[in-house]
């Protein structure tokens, strides 16, 4: 529970006008099922009506024609129900339907800007229960929930106000245990709440634990860790089903308290109000109607308290969504037209200005960090783990905001520019290729349509991709998740094919060159060259070879840039660099 | 809850009667609870009914609290029952989804890799949270309406027949359309409902593919374009709802619209019958009363059909997972008793032919290794090093040919013999998101991880320095939820890992790819001393990594074109030496420059 840390006390009123926002753009629907639930209320008046004037008029006037009008008017009444049910139903569901649609966007298209940082700590399992099965449970809220508590409370209204009409006192005496009610409401609330919430975090992380061990089954087989993992799982789902059965002590107590309180109402209407007959103050008959009318009058109530569980659930859930949506994005846009509106981004002179930046708090892993990036020039960045080179990338991409110092383009702070246009320059290439289940040509140019099949086709050719994509059966060849049936080397190259299908003015490498086997490398070297042609090029690696004929080489050593210039420059430095060249080739 | 967990474990799929008829115990003493709990709310109305008689004629205080009291106690006797009949039943159907996401997983994971590539894990995370629920929802508050109001109808309708059998026959007549509309509504609602979950898997794996790739879709800019993904999803997903929400708006009212229709018969009828004699209007205000106690289970009876077809229907896509047949078992198993320690660690291909989707990827593999050699693989990219390698540990089966270990088909022995006897590194190890200790004891089994082993095998695998500058050391987290490691270190690790069972066969699928030339040397030395005696796979694309084998088995497109040591490949002038001259040119080039 501790890395989702139970919400603070949040304010229902609150929570529930924020709701209510998103019923605004559907007030016709809504208000079209509010009319037809109000008339629906009206027309069950009608057959008992019907009946008592069969009983009190057709039957002792023998009236077997008005006993046919009568038919007739019960048989419309019925129809007119029907129709108006339907309508209420089918209009409001629909209104959910249409809310969830408008709520999910909102949570996904927030989650695509939502800070990169965000995905360091938030587990894909648990981000897809927000989008999924809470709002599933906020469907609940506006299909029985909101809008025919309006029924409810208007029912709840005219019972009491005749039952204060047929004899006051005797409603008063009827009303002593609606204290006892809201004590008992008040105690559901505030547990049901709680096990709510409880049961969000644990389907939360049983989505997490599913995601994370389905994508890393065959590590869990090799290992023989399947007993282990099951257990592991079996505690998760044991602790989601506690939570659950917590939740049902306290709906077990609830239904059945609200309704021996209603026979505690009835029980003193009968005891004090029997007395006053017995005394001749009330008719029999009154005191009669008077208990139905305290029957009814639990009725909605218990209704009322039905829809509450829907409304806890869905607060549960309204709650971890708006924590969601509230999550500020640190990473913002600057406003288009910045950089010029000229179509396509220029390379520009990249330049780091005394950078500094830690993820967490001071743990800083960029100390002071400045070098220039002209156009045209190829970089490469060298280091050992942790030194920062993966961050500069980061920065670079606007994936994370410098914590101090500034990035620029032609001397404008990336922050500065919208976001597009800093990143339109960038073509990445990470280590770790991900692709996407679909085919290879949507592969490679993602979402651009400008991009054709013979685009594809023709950079899958300049990165030497295209045999093995005609192996496999062409561009149209199916990929699945992770592309998981393709090799290191494959995914290589279809990522550079990508990176070449977007044209991007600069080109960024993340080591992308380490896990290739000779044949393939020299493929991709070649494919590199035309990669790199005319771009300018930011390159990590850890193998010296690829970098050699670089304009400059930055070498990174704890967060800190400690030595620049050309390979031989640098070797006759004899500093940081030289003992790396060193280690490196010591062997050979 | 924890006892008897290997038991379930090894429970198979089978069907949902079958986890219904585990808590049998628990659903008879709450069905049980729901007829008391009828019987305690029929009683109430009859005390009520005698107390307004006594009135009437007249009646002590002293009786009159009696009464008063006599209500009080049915209703705690009722909210006893009503409480025990919600906790017993609701209880068991928690504990029925809680069993059925059990097996569901433990499935999973006995399913062979081949399954996975077939189906997004976000269409199966569904199955295992949305379907289990419409489930769930089937065997619990479905079950426990079904039979009250079965109940309720029953007994309201032996009253009824009790005073006028004709009325009671005529107040039936709408009752076939109840049965033609819940079957025709019901097949309907089962398979749009089928159609809306198919279609919630899929906004799922959309969302966690987009989700995971969050970096790319930044880096290209391509935010808008997966939002429109995501709303042609979404949208699919609300007009199949739709469709269904159109059924339930007609099929809900038309319970109500039979039942009133009823209510018009007995009243039209009724009244004649009264008007003629043949009854009082008394008896005519008790039946309408009684036929109005019909009213809730009819429309209760919507409901239910409704919750036990989406129940169906998820029950199905549920089902459609289990009942894959784990296709890589122990249903060939010959040497049941055959244990890790039996195993020296001779590995002979025999005869190998293997095609994954259609493309040939193994022709005719034949190799012998006698246990204790270092063999090496290389060959170009797709020539089928790795496959060689994922047929040994059965992560997929050969047909046709054999794998055999110490002469014994891999088939032949337990799962977990043979995978237990294998350290395999895979060429892109996947770590998870828990403690270092954790991922490099991660085949230890149910124990925490031994540090001193864990040190140790960590520095082999050349781990320790990098964990010396990490904040908690062993204990750091890594992945989601921790610090990210990077592909030399997350390949380190994943050595470690494969060590720390201290198998009799280790298997490095170009394990060290992206690690540094120097460092990997330090690796390769110390398994040499560590692994003294045990065989060793590997397969490297760096003659540096190579070279010291026993015996470097070159491939090239599923055959085996050279074999032999490095200095006898060198001479044979073949693929190998024409490797070994370009790694040699580049290091001179590197070095000379």
């Known amino acids: ?588 | 809850m924890v006892t008897g967990k290997n038991e379930r474990f090894d429970t198979g799929s089978g069907q949902l009667t079958g986890f219904i008829v585990r808590y049998r115990g628990r659903f008879a003493l709450g069905l049980s609870c729901v007829v008391l709990t009828n019987a305690i709310a029929l009683s109430a109305p009859w005390v009520l009914k005698h107390a307004v008689d006594d009135l009437q004629a007249s009646v002590t205080g002293g009786k009159l609290r009696f009464y008063a009291w006599l209500i009080l106690a049915i209703a705690a006797a009722g909210g006893v029952a009503r409480f025990a009949m919600r906790s017993v039943i609701i209880g068991a159907s928690r504990a029925i989804e809680y069993d059925i996401r059990n097996t569901f997983f433990a499935h999973l994971q006995r399913l062979p890799l081949a399954y996975f590539h077939a189906n997004r894990t976000g269409d199966l995370m569904s199955r295992a949270t949305n379907d289990l629920s419409a489930v769930r929802m089937m065997a619990g508050p479905a079950m426990m309406y079904a039979t009250s109001t079965a109940l309720t109808f029953v007994i309201a309708l032996a009253v009824m027949a009790s005073i006028n059998l004709r009325l009671t026959l005529m107040a039936m007549l709408p009752l076939p359309f109840v049965t033609l509309s819940s079957r025709y509504f019901g097949r309907l609602i089962h398979q749009r409902f089928e159609r809306i979950q198919a279609q919630l898997s899929n906004l799922s794996a959309v969302t966690q593919e987009a989700l995971a790739g969050v970096r790319v879709i930044r880096a290209y800019r391509q935010e808008g374009h997966e939002l429109q993904r995501f709303r042609r999803a979404n949208e699919e997903y609300v007009e199949r709802n739709r469709v269904l929400i159109r059924l339930q708006g007609i099929y809900y009212p038309s319970m109500g619209l039979f039942m009133g229709l009823s209510e018009l018969l007995v009243l039209w009828l009724g009244s004649r019958a009264v008007i003629e004699g043949e009854m009082t209007v008394g008896s005519l205000v008790a039946f309408n009363a009684y036929l109005a106690m019909l009213a809730w289970p009819m429309i209760a009876f919507g409901w239910v059909t409704n919750l036990v077809q989406r129940g169906r229907a998820s029950w199905g896509r549920i089902r459609e997972v289990l009942d894959v047949a784990p296709a890589i078992d122990d249903a060939a198993v010959t040497y049941p008793d055959l244990r890790i320690a039996d195993l020296h660690g001779a590995v002979e291909f025999r005869d190998l032919t293997f095609a994954y989707a259609g493309q040939p990827v193994l022709a005719g593999v034949s190799l012998r290794i006698e246990a204790g050699q270092t063999v090496a693989f290389v060959g170009r990219t797709g020539s089928g090093k790795s496959t060689l390698l994922a047929l040994l540990a059965r992560l997929h089966d050969p047909a046709p040919g054999a794998v055999l270990i110490d002469g014994i088909d891999v088939r032949a022995m337990p799962l977990a013999t043979l995978r237990g006897a294998l350290g395999f590194v895979p060429q892109e190890p996947f770590l998870f998101s828990t403690t270092l200790a954790d991922n490099v004891g991660f085949g230890r089994g149910g124990s925490e991880p031994d540090l001193a082993a864990v040190t140790e095998v960590a520095a082999t695998a050349r781990l320790d320095a990098d964990v010396a500058d990490l904040p908690s050391g062993y204990q750091t987290r890594i992945g989601e939820r921790g610090i990210t490691l990077s592909g030399g270190q997350k390949q380190r690790t994943a050595i470690a890992r494969a060590l720390y069972l201290d198998p009799p066969i280790l298997i490095l699928d170009d394990a060290l790819s992206a690690v540094d030339t120097q460092t990997e040397a330090e690796i390769l030395d110390r398994l040499r001393t560590v692994r003294r005696g045990r065989t060793t796979l590997l397969v490297s694309h760096r003659i540096s990594t190579v070279r010291d084998a026993d015996r470097i088995v070159v491939l090239e497109s599923g055959r085996i074109a050279e074999q032999g040591r490095h200095d006898e490949l060198i001479a044979r002038s073949g693929f190998y030496a024409a490797l070994h001259r370009q790694q040699l040119l580049e290091a001179e080039l590197a070095a000379s420059n």
């Open chain 1, 1 to 588: 529970m501790q890395d989702e840390e139970v919400l603070g006390k949040a304010y229902d009123a609150r929570l529930m006008r924020r709701l209510l926002v998103y019923l605004r753009p559907y007030w016709r629907p809504v208000l079209i099922a509010l009319t037809a639930i109000l008339a629906g209320a009206a027309l069950q008046l009608v057959p008992p009506w019907l009946t008592l004037q069969v009983i009190d008029v057709h039957i002792p006037a023998r009236d077997f024609n008005g006993l046919r009008v009568i038919g007739a008017l019960y048989l419309a009444t019925l129809l007119a129900e029907f129709l108006l049910e339907f309508i209420q139903a089918s209009t409001l569901q629909m209104t959910g339907q249409r809310i969830m649609f408008d709520l999910r966007t909102q949570i996904y298209a927030h989650l695509q800007r939502i800070d990169v940082r965000f995905y360091d700590r938030n587990p894909v399992g648990r981000l897809m229960t927000r989008v999924t099965t809470d709002v599933d449970a906020l469907n609940e809220l506006f299909t029985s929930g909101v809008v025919s508590v309006f029924g409810d409370v208007f029912a709840l209204i005219a019972i009491m106000t005749a039952m204060v009409m047929l004899d006051w006192r005797l409603a008063l005496i009827a009303f002593v245990v609606i204290p006892l009610i809201v004590l008992v409401t008040q105690w559901f609330r505030v547990h049901v709440r709680q096990t709510y919430r409880d049961v969000r975090v644990w389907i939360a992380r049983i989505n997490a634990f599913l995601q994370e061990h389905i994508s890393g089954v065959s590590t869990v087989q090799l290992f023989r860790r399947e007993a282990q993992s099951f257990a592991d799982f079996d505690a998760i789902n044991v602790a989601h089903m506690q939570a659950n059965v917590r939740s049902i002590f306290y709906y077990a107590v609830f239904y059945p308290a609200i309704e021996i309180l209603g026979a505690v109402a009835t029980a003193l209407i009968l005891w004090y109000g029997g007395g006053e007959v017995i005394q001749g103050s009330l008719t029999l008959g009154t005191l009669v109607a008077f208990i139905q009318y305290s029957n009814r009058f639990f009725r909605p109530i218990q209704d009322l308290s039905e829809k509450f569980n829907v409304l806890q659930g869905a607060m549960a859930s309204s709650e971890r969504i708006f924590q969601l949506l509230d999550t500020p994005v640190a990473v913002q846009s600057a406003a288009p037209g910045r950089s010029g509106g000229s179509g396509r981004a220029d390379t520009g002179t990249i330049a780091f200005e005394q950078v500094w930046f830690a993820y967490n708090d001071d743990d800083f892993v960029l100390r002071d960090v400045s070098f220039t990036v002209e156009p045209g020039q190829r970089i490469g960045i060298v280091g050992a783990t942790g030194a920062g080179k993966t961050t500069v990338i980061n920065l670079l991409l606007r994936f994370y905001d410098v914590t101090r110092g500034r990035i620029t383009i032609d001397g404008v702070d990336i922050r500065e520019l919208p976001l597009d246009d800093v990143r339109a320059r960038f073509g990445l290439v990470l280590q770790d290729v991900h692709l996407f289940s679909g085919t290879i040509a949507a592969n490679v140019r993602l979402g651009n349509s400008d991009i054709g099949d013979d685009d594809v086709r023709r950079v899958l050719q300049a990165v030497n991709a295209a045999p093995f994509v005609e192996a496999l059966g062409g561009i149209e060849t199916a990929v699945v998740e992770r592309g998981a049936t393709l090799s290191v080397g494959q995914k290589q190259l279809l990522s550079f094919a990508r990176a070449l299908a977007f044209d991007p003015p600069v080109l960024v490498l993340d080591e992308a060159t380490s896990s290739i086997d000779t044949e393939t490398e020299v493929l991709i070297r070649d494919a590199l060259t035309t990669l790199m042609h005319g771009r300018t090029t930011i390159a990590i690696a850890h193998r010296l070879s690829t970098i050699q004929d670089m304009d400059r080489i930055l070498v990174f050593h704890k967060g800190a840039l400690r030595e620049s210039g050309r390979h031989q420059e640098l070797v006759a430095q004899r500093g940081l660099y030289h003992r790396l060249y060193e280690l490196q080739f010591a062997r050979d």
